[in-house]
């Protein structure tokens, strides 16, 4: 009989208390989401005098998630479990299908983010540049693993996202003549008298060639470019409207002065995400978020190759050689999918009203849940209901149907393994 209870709690959902990153980028104390979050699912004191950047919910060494009721006699008293410990003692809980794809772990990271200022102009490694650089750099590249990742947005969000088309470019080179000054009439003229007859794969020669260019010009040459750039622009202010993306090249030169993203951020597309839309980005995509608050969620990885809008260290050469908008698809009336074209994950962003109940279908993968707001009863077809609250940090099972109902109004998110997964 015990055994067969000591299974069942194996099968139940598991509250988590989830870890906090303060980055130099986060928001200050009380005025971001995370810290708030992390205050409630911790209890811990807020120092408001401290950026809190992200809250990491799931399996990753650099931010583990503990289970609040699993604790385990280490002989000088109880220890917390943490979550990766508990599934590679459980690894049921994940469902067949995904153990035998990606082992006794959670294939996928959730995050919330709160961005005070413009995160590094970065991309992540694909699945066999990561195996290299872990190989060859792995006290910089700290695992082996691929990095796609999405972010849906909790407020207005901006982000750099991805290589603004050739025709835009042009007018880049024919505006901004610091960017000439750097990489030479030579190269802005391939770029200027190219056209779309030469070919998708000529085009992206040229393109890498001047971007490489650009990202290896010294230190004092990209100051020296800045310091013009900024001094024109805040002339030019006086008698013209400024376009959006000078306006925020200015912004982005009072966080980081004299730094060389200041100008390569002319080459990537400036976009920005109303609450509920979403951002994929894939392997090798050049992207910055720049403000705003968002959830997040990539392949379990940490890897991040940087050349820009940061103090860290930076890989040009990596970046420059490995070199969209999405609306989600509704679900019901209450919850909105966010599927991308990944397999190790899909989100669900669902905002219930005072009162509504909505359930989530049994799937063959695990899933967390994050309440973002409010508060509400959770249960299962095997459990009675049990309160949940903004904070709250949930794991649930595969194979586990929920049913969820708002007592205030209640948001929440829902990470796990991409559908897609399992058909096939």
């Excluded at 947005?153 to 003549?177: D, M």
């Excluded at 970046?319 to 509704?330: A, D, F, I």
Aim: charged share 25%; aromatic share 8%; net charge negative.
């Amino acid at each position: 009989m015990a055994e067969k209870n000591a299974g069942k709690r194996k099968k139940q959902l598991q509250l988590l208390r989830c870890s906090v990153q303060n980055y130099d980028w986060g928001r200050i104390g009380e005025e971001s989401k995370v810290a708030e979050l992390f205050l409630l699912n911790s209890g811990m004191e807020i120092q408001n005098d401290k950026p809190y950047a992200e809250l990491w919910m799931g399996t990753h060494n650099s931010g583990p998630s503990f289970l609040i009721l699993g604790n385990r006699d280490g002989g000088s008293g109880l220890e917390p479990l943490s979550l990766k410990s508990w599934i590679s003692e459980n690894p049921h809980v994940l469902g067949e299908k995904v153990v035998e794809k990606w082992g006794a772990d959670l294939p996928f990271l959730f995050k919330v983010l709160s961005i005070a200022k413009a995160l590094s102009i970065q991309a992540h490694p694909d699945k066999a540049l990561a195996e290299t650089l872990h190989a060859t750099q792995p006290t910089v590249y700290k695992d082996d693993n691929h990095k796609p990742e999405m972010a849906l947005a909790l407020t207005e969000f901006e982000a750099l996202c991805g290589f603004v088309s050739l025709e835009e470019l042009k007018n880049v080179l024919l505006s901004v003549p610091e960017i000439i000054e750097l990489v030479g009439s030579k190269s802005a003229g391939e770029i200027l008298h190219a056209n779309k007859q030469d070919g998708e794969e000529k085009i992206k020669a040229m393109l890498q060639s001047i971007f490489t260019q650009l990202m290896s010009t010294s230190e004092d040459e990209i100051s020296g470019a800045v310091s013009k750039l900024k001094t024109r622009l805040n002339m030019e202010n006086k008698m013209r409207q400024l376009t959006e993306k000078e306006q925020l090249i200015l912004r982005l030169e009072k966080q980081y002065p004299g730094d060389i993203g200041v100008i390569s951020a002319f080459f990537l597309n400036y976009v920005k995400l109303n609450p509920g839309e979403a951002l994929y980005l894939g392997a090798n995509e050049p992207h910055a978020y720049i403000f705003g608050e968002c959830i997040e969620c990539m392949a379990t990885s940490d890897n991040v190759v940087r050349a820009g809008l940061t103090p860290k260290y930076r890989d040009v050469h990596t970046l420059c050689s490995m070199l969209t908008y999405r609306q989600g698809v509704p679900l019901n009336p209450y919850t909105t999918r966010y599927l991308p074209p990944f397999e190790e994950f899909e989100v669900d962003r669902c905002v219930l009203p005072k009162g509504a109940s909505v359930k989530f279908p049994a799937v063959p993968g695990p899933s967390l849940f994050v309440v973002t707001t409010g508060r509400g009863t959770i249960q299962t077809e095997s459990s009675s209901a049990d309160a949940i609250v903004e904070g709250c940090v949930l794991f649930v099972p595969a194979d586990t149907e929920l049913g969820v109902t708002a007592m205030d109004g209640l948001q929440l998110y829902r990470a796990g393994v991409n559908s897609k997964f399992f058909e096939h």
